[in-house]
């Protein structure tokens, strides 16, 4: 890719290039990684702000680590993948698939989550996570991938890196969800991966 905007100053290699000149160190690249147990603290403070500030999850209140122990636990039973990425060595985002519905015929569906901390976001975070997670799906063996967008501003990046996936309009469901006082609509977003 190229750069936006050219560096400041003369070519390098020219007289005027200070090779002793301390460089600005490029940004840190986001590490995607399975999730383990001890990652599930991290995963909770992500999730809080959101579930007890925002309508991005219709969760009300905060899970408890039973709760994401039980749901990790879960996830894995089922060969489905639960991801953490990291910056710098701390978990700063976090991507699952769970089942769609508990109906056996829906068992290649699932319905993907992904939620960043405020540091982690625009720094192509939720790009290495959705793109991990969609491949860690494939090899599951999941055909149907669908994301549920709360109508809430937090939620602002979530349909456009769902798009820039693939995943199409399936529909909206109007008024579905009663949170901090008001109706909140979602939409239904899917892509199949085969």
Not at 36 to 42: C, I
Not at 49 to 62: C, H, N, Q
């Amino acid at each position: 890719m190229l750069p936006l905007h050219s560096p400041a100053g003369p070519p390098a290699g020219t007289p005027d290039d200070d090779v002793d000149a301390p460089q600005a160190a490029a940004p840190a690249r986001p590490a995607v990684r399975a999730a383990e147990a001890g990652d599930l603290p991290a995963v909770a403070a992500i999730l809080e702000p959101y579930a007890t500030r925002t309508a991005v999850t219709f969760d009300e209140e905060p899970p408890s680590l039973d709760a994401w122990s039980a749901r990790f636990a879960d996830l894995a039973a089922r060969g489905l993948p639960f991801l953490v990425a990291e910056l710098d060595g701390e978990v700063v985002g976090y991507a699952y698939a769970s089942p769609w519905r508990p109906k056996t015929a829906y068992r290649y569906t699932v319905e993907d989550s992904i939620y960043l901390s405020p540091a982690a976001q625009g720094r192509g975070v939720g790009t290495r996570l959705m793109s991990a997670l969609l491949d860690a799906c494939s090899l599951a063996g999941v055909r149907q991938v669908v994301a549920v967008v709360a109508d809430d501003p937090a939620a602002a990046g979530s349909l456009p890196l769902h798009r820039r996936f693939g995943f199409e309009v399936a529909g909206v469901l109007r008024d579905v969800g009663v949170k901090h006082g008001r109706s909140v609509s979602t939409m239904l977003l899917q892509r199949s991966l085969g």
